[in-house]
């Protein structure tokens, strides 16, 4: 099940990838995908790819920053 997951987790980041623009303020989230994650890690991930799909328009605010 875990796999099937990080199968539908890993198009969803495909997807976000392809949207990144930032001439235009999209920032897609950083998300590391791994095998060693659990379902529910993964399924947070894919929350947040999901609700940058809703609303790319208000990536910026919620744009991972560097300290």
């Known amino acids: 099940m875990r796999r099937e997951y990080l199968n539908l987790a ?17 920032y897609s989230p950083n998300i590391t995908l791994s095998k060693k994650k659990s379902i529910e890690e993964i399924t947070l991930d894919i929350d947040r ?4 799909l809703n609303n790319p ?8 920053k560097k300290s």
């Not at 790819?49 to 940058?52: L, T, V």
């Not at 328009?57 to 991972?64: A, D, E, F, H, R």
């Open 10 to 26: 890993s198009k969803l980041h495909k997807v976000c990838q392809n949207m990144n623009s930032k001439q235009h303020g999209i």
């Open 49 to 52: 790819m999901i609700m940058f």
């Open 57 to 64: 328009q208000y990536s910026y605010m919620s744009k991972n």
